[in-house]
């Protein structure tokens, strides 16, 4: 994407960042966008009159210049301005809230717009997107758009493609939503938290000439995102990031946080420098509190078995199913009474779709199966590795639900509930 051939005199890195802005635009021209846009990297972030002092440098870490970002409305350079393409525009929200998986099991969770899991955008394949997401938290956060081809400034990896968006600061991103595709989007500031906790939520982009619709007319579209929960590593966690968040951005306020002190480093060479001056980083500590999650509850979109919620189907319909692996386990979802078809992975249809009754998704897959209505009843579907078919260690529960038909009529056996066996 970075063309120095072509060079621009000013500045050759947001030249060809505009460029390939605009090469995604239909139609927008590389002049207006570089004209209209006209941003410098951080520019837009100096609302406060502190960061006005201490113009930022070109890279990372901005946010250590000693100034909050309360109220801030970050834009990153690299995309459309709003008169130049027609954006659809969202409102995301980083929230603290408390999630209930099934009665008497209510946790802490960072959530976007106070949902577990976050909203489900559905978008058409080439659609510009600006979703203007606040922090209403007192931790930082990001977002990243799984599996889509965003501009690299719209990546969402912190100190890597930007600054974490602050408390009280709204970061807008902009992309074209492409490829068409099951999606999906989470934090990316400390991940095994964040992510983990409930910042994740499904990106459906969808295609006017969508080969799987063309081979399997279906209707209906079902999405489950597939979690894992430590609900005690995840309370723990979010007390003690809070409680450490409120010291930062009150030193950070006042110009006093130390970046090195924090693990913040410019680039290589200055770790190297900061740990042969006598600085230990946390991984050695003896008393390091780092220590991993051993998730006790496994749900589907929020819910565990048997608070899920069953998938609908007739008899002579098809359903399209699309799974998300947004946690850090794999899952292997097993249909029974019905042979379905895989029929795209990461979000990407597949040449020829391929005949399973178990699909495996690793750490951060997707997978669509359409499921072929032949065989009235009532059906379960699960990870068959079935300790996460357990709420605390308890059979059955966690990652299940039911296919269950809607024209069966006088059925000869009604599903009941168990909750220990
Ligand atoms: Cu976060």
Redesign the pocket.
């Known amino acids: 994407m970075l063309d120095r051939k072509k060079g621009a005199p000013a500045n050759p890195e947001r030249r060809s960042l505009m460029k390939g802005a605009a090469q995604a635009a239909t139609g927008a021209a590389l002049a207006s966008a570089t004209a209209a846009t006209g941003l410098v990297v951080g520019a837009s972030a100096t609302t406060t009159a502190k960061a006005a002092e201490n113009p930022p440098a070109k890279g990372s870490m901005m946010f250590m210049r000693g100034h909050n970002m309360i109220g801030a409305r970050t834009e990153s350079p690299g995309a459309p301005a709003d008169h130049e393409v027609p954006y659809r525009e969202f409102d995301l929200s ?1 929230d603290l809230t408390e999630h209930t998986l099934l009665p008497g099991v209510t946790f802490p969770v ?1 959530a976007f717009n106070n949902r577990v899991p976050g909203p489900v955008f559905r978008v058409q394949e080439n659609d510009w997107i600006k979703v203007n997401v606040t922090n209403n ?1 007192e ?4 977002v990243h758009w799984h599996g889509l081809d965003v501009i690299y400034t719209m990546d969402g990896v912190p100190m890597v493609t930007q600054d974490p968006i602050h408390p009280a600061e709204t970061f807008v991103y902009r992309f074209q939503a492409r490829p068409a595709g099951t999606r999906f989007y989470h ?5 095994p ?3 983990m ?1 409930a ?1 994740h939520g499904a990106f459906i982009i969808d295609s006017v000439d969508d080969p799987v619709r063309r081979r399997f007319p279906y209707e209906r579209d079902y999405v489950l995102m597939l979690e894992a929960f430590d609900v005690n590593w995840t309370r723990k966690h979010i007390n003690e990031v809070l409680g450490g968040m409120k010291r930062v951005n009150k030193l950070m306020a006042m110009g006093r946080l130390d970046p090195i002190t924090h693990g913040f480093f410019k680039d290589w060479d200055e770790m190297e420098a900061a740990i042969a001056d006598g600085w230990v980083p946390p991984w050695t500590r003896g008393a390091a509190e780092g220590s991993m999650p051993e998730p006790q509850f496994f749900a589907i979109n929020g819910r565990s078995y048997p608070a899920t919620e069953k998938i609908s189907i007739r008899s002579g319909e098809y359903i399209r199913i699309r799974l998300i692996n947004g946690g850090f386990l794999s899952h292997h979802m097993h249909l029974h009474g019905h042979n379905f078809w895989l029929v795209a992975e990461d979000g990407n249809p597949l040449a020829e779709p391929i005949r399973l009754n178990t699909v495996s998704l690793f750490p951060g897959k997707t997978a669509d199966i359409v499921v072929y209505g032949d065989n009235p009843g009532f059906w379960t579907f699960h990870d068959h590795d079935v300790r996460r078919v357990m709420n605390n260690g308890i059979y059955p529960g966690g990652m299940l639900t039911l296919l269950a038909y809607e024209d069966m009529g006088d059925v000869p056996y009604v599903p009941s509930i168990a909750i220990n066996e």
């Open positions: 980083f960072f938290t931790e930082m956060h990001t934090c990316h500031w400390s991940t938290l964040h992510m906790s910042l």
